[in-house]
């Protein structure tokens, strides 16, 4: 199971690791699904990290200045002790891209980085809009 938490700041994870992880595997233990592998990711927006293409043409139109969907960014400025990529799954149309940053709290199914990053950026093109009456 994959669960992506947002809005937790740097200082929560110890809290996040110590209590939500722990209830959420006893609570699907309670519920029969004592084997369950979690992979617990917490997703930030609101970080002061901008990641810029390293030639930008000011003749281009704006959406053609900024980073591409699809691009990541999984080394050198990725947090020292946990797993942490910076995703950018969409096309800014005005200002710089605001590329949310995925930093992997706990992955007992140990999966790749490549494997979290395509499922993620899968994921943020997999949704579905109803229509109601």
């Known amino acids: 199971m994959i669960v992506y938490r947002q809005g937790v700041a740097e200082g929560f994870y110890a809290m996040c690791l110590g209590e939500e992880v722990p209830l959420m595997k006893a609570l699907l233990a309670k519920n029969g ?4 592998k979690v992979t617990y990711i917490v997703v930030q927006k609101e970080h002061n990290i ?3 293409p390293v030639h930008i043409d000011p003749r281009e139109k ?3 200045q900024n ?3 699809g691009v990541v960014v999984d080394q050198e400025i990725t947090h020292p002790r946990y797993r942490e ?3 950018n799954s ?3 149309l005005q200002g710089t891209a605001r590329t949310p940053r995925y930093t992997v709290l706990c992955d007992d199914g140990n999966i790749s980085m ?4 395509s499922v993620t950026h899968a ?5 579905q809009v109803d229509h109601f009456p």
């Open 33 to 36: 699904a004592k084997d369950v």
């Open 50 to 52: 901008r990641l810029m």
């Open 62 to 64: 704006p959406t053609q």
């Open 67 to 69: 980073i591409t969907s």
């Open 85 to 87: 990529f910076f995703l």
């Open 90 to 92: 969409h096309i800014t």
């Open 114 to 117: 490549n494997e979290l990053q």
């Open 123 to 127: 994921l943020c093109h997999d949704f």
